[in-house]
């Protein structure tokens, strides 16, 4: 399935493009090669923009699909959930109200603990007081040296004549 299009394969374009050649002649073909061209052109513009203006269109009716939809909730009274709903809402509400039952267990010291049996504490070397940090001061920007050209292979420098205009 090559070519412009479905149905359309390189043979039928070929026997079009020598019906064309014979049909209008070698001279007129250019121009009327073009003229198809911009008709084209001008069928899809036409094409592309009635696609953008259905699309437009869809998003416009969705819009309001959805504008619709807010001033229903605005202006939507409670409306009864049924008993279930009703009671899990209470015994939600239920359950927060309530103080929790069991107090949060508290960590203490077991009294009967060896002293040989805890480990002793590691001796730390005293830390050092902080100083202060410096505050840098902004240095002002040295002047580069003048570029030295250095050369690397050593050339014999050639005298070159101008060319004189006569």
């Known amino acids: 399935m090559g070519g412009l299009g479905p149905g359309i394969g390189g043979l039928e374009i070929l026997v079009i493009g020598l019906l ?6 070698p001279k007129d073909l250019p121009l009327m090669m073009r003229k198809v061209g911009q008709f084209l052109a001008r069928a899809r513009a036409m094409a592309s923009e009635f696609r953008s203006s259905f699309d437009e269109m869809a998003r416009q009716a969705e819009l309001d699909e959805l504008r619709k939809e807010v001033e229903a909730l605005r202006n939507a009274q409670a409306v009864p ?12 509400d239920k359950s927060l109200k309530e103080p929790l039952a069991v107090p949060p267990p508290v960590v ?55 060319a004189v205009d006569l």
């Open 108 to 162: 203490t010291p077991v009294p009967d603990a060896k002293p040989e049996a805890l480990p002793e504490p590691e001796a730390k070397a005293p830390e050092p007081a902080s100083k202060p940090k410096a505050v840098r001061k902004p240095r002002a920007k040295a002047a580069k040296p003048p570029a030295t050209k250095t050369t690397t292979t050593a050339r014999p420098k050639v005298a070159r004549k101008k």
């Open 20 to 25: 064309a050649l014979i049909v209008v002649g």
């Open 81 to 92: 959930l049924g008993a279930e709903a009703e009671e899990a809402f209470r015994d939600i």
